[in-house]
């Protein structure tokens, strides 16, 4: 049985868990979303998304 998620829809629910669980505090959850916003408009953007690809493919191609 394989599971597609968005990666977004992950990452949403890690943090919904760092905030309730781990004591992440919404202003620093907000300025990790904005970071994130500024950073895709950066040259970094074309990498680090080709690196998530990557790294996606490597945990996709694992067969448990």
Not at 19 to 34: E, F, R
Not at 36 to 46: E, H, I, K, M, V
């Amino acid at each position: 049985m394989v599971l597609s998620i968005s990666g977004v829809v992950l990452l949403g629910v890690i943090v919904f868990f760092f905030l309730k669980k781990d004591g992440l505090k919404m202003t620093h959850a907000i300025v990790c979303a904005l970071f994130g916003f500024y950073l895709s408009t950066t040259t970094l953007a074309p990498s680090i998304r080709a690196t998530g690809t990557s790294f996606a493919n490597l945990i996709s191609g694992f067969r448990f």
